[in-house]
């Protein structure tokens, strides 16, 4: 009895500070996932919602975190496997919703780098740009996620292995064949 | 050929810095527009708002157009049952007429059947008297002049 009642507020002191930490991997992270999976679907109400769906199941999980990987190595995990299960289901249930939010990839190549100054620089980084959203739509998901997890979140190989459950040799594999197709829309456009 | 191409995808190089310069100059833009989208979106105003009242603007709609078209179903049904049911009436009463006037034509051809038949049988009486009773008859009456 004397036993729990020293223990309590340490138990509840430990609590606060977990949701605390919680918190502050929410503030950290939040932009970054949501950042990967508007990059992976480009729909962005989808990508809220799998954003939402992810920090949801994190928190459920967050007691069972034991910092075995990094915070956003297990976030990521969490996203893309969230994000196989939403394609998966989607495919099922083809006849139930066939149209989709995700935006034209003409529209997503106006989001152009700020640094370009003049007309032409802006229509040719445009058309790289777009050159490459190309060459991703044509990749397979696996090699889209980890290309997008390299290029554009900038992990490291052995990140992008930890995250995605591959090898690193596969992940090279796989970066090296999307990086070829990209060569090729890039050349093929020229 | 095509092994040969395989080869030389797979041996693409993976880092940034063994990639020309076209290709991170692509990758960089790639980059940095995908983070600006990505941004942009992210602080974008939330419109659920406009979203539900749009919705549930739809939604009225469409509860409305459903409830006209089953009231129109339903009254164009309820007519057509009255409709149908007049017509029935005015077709029995009609077929009801028809009867009465014959069932009364046969009467009264029966009637004039009848008539015709008992002037014949009265004419016949009075024309045929049996010539063998004719001369009682005349003795008769002598008989009640003397």
Redesign the interface.
Known sequence: MAACTTLEPMTIARADERAAEFERVVAIHRPQIFRFLLASTRDIDLAETLTQECFLKAHRNWASFRGESTAMTWLMRIAINLQKDHWRNRRMQFWRQTRTNAVDLDEASDWLPSGETSQEQRLLARERVSQVWHAVEGLSERQRTVFLLRFVEELELTQIAETTGLSEGTVKAHLSRALARVRGELGGKR | MSWRRWI???????E?DA?DP??K??????????????????H?SRTAESVVVRRSWRLAAGWSLAVALLAGTVSGGLYEHHRAQVAAQVAAQREAEQERALAAQQAQEAAQQEDDVLASVDMDVSREVPSAMEPLAQLGDEGESQ
């Open positions: 030389n995808r797979a041996e693409e190089p993976v940034m990639l076209a290709m100059q692509a990758l960089g833009d790639f980059k940095t527009s995908v983070r600006a989208w990505s941004e942009a979106a992210y974008r």
